[in-house]
């Protein structure tokens, strides 16, 4: 069985060291800039990921750094990553850092992964690849190629701690973050969803999917859900050559962006009787509408929307009163705030010069 294990991690390393993809944070030694990577790639892909790290860094080239930052400043780097709980989560996780572990990363699995934000997953992975301590990183890709080398139909939960044992049995001691990024890197170019191209893998020997003539229907694909859509309406409400904007609640999907007031239309609502409702709901004020702009659709993981905005004017100039932070910003001051994408696509949308009213 040691032979076995031995050739396993020997098998993949040599593939590895060959093949590896060529990644900004992949040379990386300091365990600030890899935990970061890891934060970065949860639910994104690679290639949008590194533009980001380098704006992230040239910013915040240390954890004190961000530690020391405003949530703003760093929600503004992270602009249009999405999933913004995973910057707030690493703002507050840096604090406990620098506050409590004297600047250092823990590296007990437990202490790491106490830290907000931090899952199974990314404690394994930065320990591993920073540290080189021996935890199984699994994550999309490792699952699928563990499931077909173990020809697993369902990643139940006893069949997670199935792959999770074997991991833990063949994972390399001296080089265990390489033997996690070395299997990622498999899953990403040759056990791929797919197409298995198990001519090309250097795993087939261990491979049980591979003595089938189907490996891919291992594990079987998840069912692809139908996602709700919303049509939703925003009011760009102008006074004085600004216009309103309002901070979401921290709680709330993409909390500690800012937006423009407005709402989901009711299903029995015109898109102007649900912005006067929507704006009275949040600002206490009622407008008067004017032109409208065109619909832009946009697409997060859990539903899709269609936005439009009309131009709106206070009526009889009153007060506005929001439980929300609110300003009133120029066009020119947009770059200056974090929006959720939706919104930039709509600003995109809006001629500032001519339809300001
Ligand atoms: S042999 Fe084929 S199915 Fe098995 S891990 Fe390699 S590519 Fe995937």
């Known amino acids: 069985m040691k032979h076995e294990n031995t050739l396993f991690s020997k ?4 593939w590895y060291d060959i093949n590896k993809r060529t990644l900004p944070w992949r040379s990386e030694s300091d365990p600030y800039r890899i935990w970061l990577s890891e934060i970065m790639l949860q639910q994104t892909q690679t290639e949008r990921v590194s533009h980001y790290y380098f704006k992230w860094l040239k910013r915040f080239p240390s954890l004190k750094s961000v530690a020391k930052a405003k949530e703003e400043s760093l929600l503004k780097v992270w ?17 406990t850092v620098i506050k409590d572990y ?10 790491f992964k106490s830290l907000p934000g931090i899952g199974d997953y990314t404690a394994a992975a930065v320990l591993s690849i920073a540290f080189d301590i021996p935890f199984p990183a699994i994550d999309g890709n490792i699952k699928r190629v563990m499931a077909r080398m173990l020809r697993i139909k369902t990643i139940t939960k006893y069949n997670f701690r199935r ?3 074997e991991l833990e049995n ?3 001691k001296t080089r265990p973050g390489d033997f996690n990024q070395a299997l990622m890197d498999l899953g990403n170019q040759v056990c791929r969803p797919n197409q298995a191209h198990c001519y090309a893998c250097p795993m087939k020997s261990f491979c049980r999917a591979a003595q089938t003539d189907h490996p891919e229907q291992y594990p079987r694909p998840e069912l692809s859900k139908d996602i709700p859509h919303y049509d939703v309406v925003l009011g760009l409400i102008w006074k004085k050559g600004r216009f309103l904007i309002l901070k979401r609640d921290n709680r709330k999907h993409l909390g ?6 407005g709402g989901k239309i009711d299903y029995r609502e015109s898109p102007e009787k649900a912005l006067i409702r929507e704006i009275k709901e949040e600002c206490n004020v009622d407008v008067i509408l004017g032109k409208n702009t065109d619909p832009i659709k946009h697409r997060y ?18 007060k506005v009163f929001s439980n929300q932070p609110n300003r009133w910003i120029t066009p020119q001051q947009i770059i200056k705030f974090p929006f959720p994408k939706a919104n930039h696509k709509l600003f995109a949308k809006i001629n500032f010069d001519a339809d300001n009213i």
């Open 11 to 14: 098998n993949l390393l040599n």
């Open 79 to 95: 602009e249009g990553l999405g999933y913004y709980n995973r910057c707030r989560n690493f703002h507050s996780a840096a604090k």
């Open 102 to 111: 004297n600047g250092k990363i823990p590296k007990e699995f437990k202490l």
């Open 163 to 165: 792959v999770q044992k």
């Open 170 to 172: 063949f994972i390399d």
């Open 256 to 261: 500690g962006l800012w937006e423009l007031p």
């Open 301 to 318: 993981s859990h539903f899709a929307i269609t936005v439009r905005a009309f131009h709106c004017q206070l009526y009889n100039g009153k």
